[in-house]
């Protein structure tokens, strides 16, 4: 495609808020130049120079930002289905982890592959992505919990953006387990705090992450490596309250976090906590559903408190085996009992301020032209169908790919 093209016979759900829902503008024109937007609205005002451009006709398809999945943990190796079965038998979750499987497994298997192989076994979860519609993907650390694994993984995160038209924020979460032979706060000194500052000095660090809970780290050890991330000048983000309430939320907003991930232990106090912070909450419904987990998110809380509500799969090979970001907004919409216009908005806008990102997630002039375009006659269909993908096309920075 040129470097500038006009698109018609569209619908564009632009998720500019304010407007009217999903910022709904049928029988639209998009222009892009140069990898952004340059104009959108509905066909008939198109200015006479973005009516020069060619002309890609789109046969009244819908269009909508590209999505992102703000949420993930795509780079590792192996799988842990031999966990499910147990799970299946009756073993939960936190009992596998404290008998040395869950995290521990991917760990071992992480540590022992070469980045060539992790990089291989990231691309087929990454492709799975993009074959439906996304165009960034936030991906962690946090299968090394020793430093060089640790950075192993975020070099491979940055390679994924060289290997497919994707971008790519890492976010560093070596406080994401305890290792077997060290407690957590030796952890911390040894492996997490001085991994972060060697990650940072290589550049590959762009959000730092923690699991506050039980199993995990508690709000103290979560806060020390809070304060690191901040006198870094590193935003931070938890996953908090997704198995126990300790206070990770409220931890979150007292850190200006951008995001409080998972979060059904979740009070209206922290809502209106993370509020004031302008904290975004994550839902991850994948998680909830692996986990066959009964406490719902507090999203009327959330709602009433003002704080936006984002959706990821947070695939990852033990809590949320899950490839799809439609399926994930289907989850959302059916087990948690958000709109189709809040799931829309949450792979989207509200993704977007997740990662702290404020040039996509919206279709308006001068954000990158990120799009998906969709077989569909309107975006509600997008989380309305399970199991199903009607991606036509994606253009990522103004090409289609
Ligand atoms: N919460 C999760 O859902 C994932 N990590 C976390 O802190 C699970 C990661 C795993 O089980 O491998
Ligand atoms: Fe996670």
Not at 38 to 66: I, K, N, Q
Not at 264 to 277: C, K, L
Not at 345 to 372: E, S
Request: charged content about 20%; aromatic content about 6%; proline content about 6%.
């Amino acid at each position: 495609m040129a470097d500038a093209a006009l698109f018609t016979q569209i619908n564009v759900a632009t998720m500019a808020p304010g407007g009217a829902p999903y910022g709904l503008i049928h029988d639209a024109a998009i222009a892009v130049q140069d990898g952004r937007i340059a104009w959108v609205g509905p066909r008939a005002d198109c200015p006479a120079e973005w009516r020069a451009l060619p002309m890609h006709s789109m046969g009244g398809r819908l269009v909508t930002p590209a999505l992102i999945d703000c949420h993930t943990h795509i780079v590792h190796v192996g799988h842990r289905a031999r966990e499910f079965e147990m799970r299946l038998q009756g073993a939960t979750y936190e009992e596998l982890a404290r008998a040395g499987g869950g995290i521990a497994s991917t760990v071992a298997a992480t540590r022992d592959a070469t980045p060539e192989v992790l990089l291989a076994s990231a691309l087929t979860r990454v492709d799975a992505l993009l074959s439906e519609g996304a165009a960034t993907i936030e991906v962690k650390s946090g299968y090394g919990l020793d430093i060089g694994t640790e950075l192993k993984m975020l070099r491979v995160a940055r390679q994924i953006a060289q290997a497919r038209p994707v971008r790519v924020r890492t976010t560093y979460l070596a406080a994401h387990a305890v290792p077997k032979d060290m407690d957590g706060d030796t952890y911390l000194d040894q492996v997490v705090l001085p991994g972060l500052d060697l990650a940072v000095a290589e550049g590959l660090v762009d959000a730092v992450d923690a699991f506050c809970e039980g199993i995990a780290f508690s709000p103290g050890q979560v806060a020390r490596v809070f304060e690191r991330a901040k006198a870094l000048n590193l935003p931070v983000k938890l996953h908090a309250e997704q198995l126990s309430h300790l206070g990770g939320a409220s931890l979150a907003a007292r850190f200006g976090a951008l995001s409080a991930d998972h979060l059904e232990y979740a009070t209206p106090e922290d809502a209106v906590a993370m509020a004031r912070a302008g904290t975004i909450a994550v839902m991850l419904p994948g998680a909830f559903y692996t986990l066959r987990e009964t406490r719902m998110p507090p999203v009327q809380a959330f709602r009433d408190a003002g704080v936006p509500m984002a959706v990821a799969t947070d695939w990852n090979p033990g809590s949320s085996p899950m490839g799809s970001l439609l399926l994930a907004m289907n989850m959302a919409c059916t087990l948690f009992r958000l709109t189709p216009e809040e799931a829309l908005a949450g792979t989207t806008r509200v993704a977007a301020r997740a990662l702290g990102l404020a040039d996509c997630g919206m279709i308006q002039p001068g954000l990158r032209a990120d799009l998906a375009i969709w077989s569909a006659d309107g975006p509600a269909e997008l989380a309305y169908r399970i199991g199903v993908n009607p991606l036509f096309k994606r253009i990522f920075g103004g090409t289609e790919c």
